[in-house]
């Protein structure tokens, strides 16, 4: 009996040890404080929850979390960060089902983005890395810490049932250090996206979508970019956005406040859309903007309407544009069933000439 004691301590000792490999492969917690690929890797398919603690991932390789088990627990500790190599990226990329990822306190996810920005985002230049790219199917992101994104924060494509909350992306540093393309949330062939109670400053969309359906952003601060929009949609494999709903949103210091803008020539649709308490200060171009004239990113002056907007409803959009700005600008065709209320954008002094408002609208320029 008095050796069995002493035993028993060095046994309990040895299991709270923690290694940089798998602590126990066999066990449900696995922790990692290097970055080592392959056993990272067959830690996915055998750990229910997967701790990842201060690692630098080497350049040129993506943290690669799409070998999850269903029902499984990402959980991000300390400063996570990626060494520099212009390439395309991502820097993340997680896939699977019941997927869980979350932020312990004072961690970061340090994207380094002062190493690649250079004023021409992904229009030349370096070229950089997009950030976090997700394919979860009844999955939750919530509570993560996000600095200097190279270029786009998420890429959100062939979702089902995704969740992402209380996620901060701060780009700041971005202003004066050559941030550009560095949108927060991109949205493409996806369906029940929700998105809310996040904090943003970058210098592009706080959120663009591409495509999908019932999408909900909500609750949500937009600071420095282009915008909550929509689109552009049209030229890509799926052109339809359906059933989408931004509400009780600030958006400030940006380009433009609420925006949905298709493209020139295109085939597609924008259907049963809702913006609505709608916070708008400092917006340098365009308070409220709905456009169906672009073309390779920019708009042309001359819409289509091979991508209608129907079923829109903006109520409750409040705010100021700077006096440079204007205050509402819709250039479309084909366009029907618009229901604005509760509209008070003001301090834009620049005018431009509305095309295709339906009847009855409740708007004008």
């Known amino acids: ?205 706080c959120l663009a979508i591409n495509s999908g359906t019932k999408i909900t952003f909500t609750d949500n601060y937009c600071s420095g970019g282009h915008g909550i929009s929509i689109g552009s949609v049209g030229g890509r494999d799926n052109n339809v956005v359906k059933n989408v709903k931004v509400s009780d949103c600030e958006i400030t210091k940006s380009d433009n406040g609420v925006r949905i803008k298709t493209v020139y020539g295109a085939k597609g649709s924008v259907s049963d859309i809702t913006y609505q308490n709608i916070k708008l200060s400092k917006i340098h171009k365009y308070g409220i903007v709905i456009e169906g004239d672009y073309e390779n990113g920019s708009p042309t002056g001359k819409p289509t309407g091979g991508v209608p907007i129907t079923g829109l409803t903006v109520k409750n959009v409040k705010g100021s544009v700077d006096s440079g700005g204007v205050n509402v600008y819709v250039l479309v065709e084909n366009a029907k069933d618009w229901h604005f209320s509760g509209i008070s954008v003001s301090g834009g002094k620049k005018k431009k000439t509305c095309k295709g408002i339906p009847s009855s609208a409740g708007i004008s320029c």
Request: charged share 25%; net charge positive.
């Open 1 to 205: 009996m008095g050796s069995f004691i002493p035993l028993l301590i060095a046994v309990v000792a040895c299991a709270t040890f923690v290694h940089s490999a798998p602590q126990n492969v066999s066990a449900t917690s696995c922790t990692f404080t290097k970055y080592k690929k392959d056993e990272i890797k067959k830690a996915q398919k055998e750990c229910s929850e997967l701790t990842l603690n201060g690692i630098e991932v080497p350049a040129g390789e993506t943290l690669d979390l799409t070998h999850l088990k269903s029902g499984a627990k990402v959980v991000f500790k300390g400063t996570i960060t990626w060494a520099y190599k212009e390439w395309k990226g991502p820097l993340i990329k997680v896939a699977g089902s019941n997927i869980e990822i979350i932020g312990s306190s004072g961690h970061v996810l340090d994207g380094r983005g002062k190493l690649w920005w250079d004023g021409k985002g992904g229009n030349g230049g370096k070229k950089k890395p997009k950030f976090f790219a997700a394919k979860l199917k009844n999955s939750k992101i919530h509570k993560l810490n996000i600095k200097n994104t190279p270029v786009h924060a998420f890429s959100i494509s062939g979702c089902e049932g995704l969740e992402i909350q209380d996620v901060t992306i701060d780009n700041k540093a971005g202003d004066s250090g050559g941030g550009h393309n560095t949108d927060a949330f991109d949205v493409g062939n996806s369906n029940d996206v929700t998105i809310k109670h996040c904090t943003i400053y970058n210098q592009d969309d």
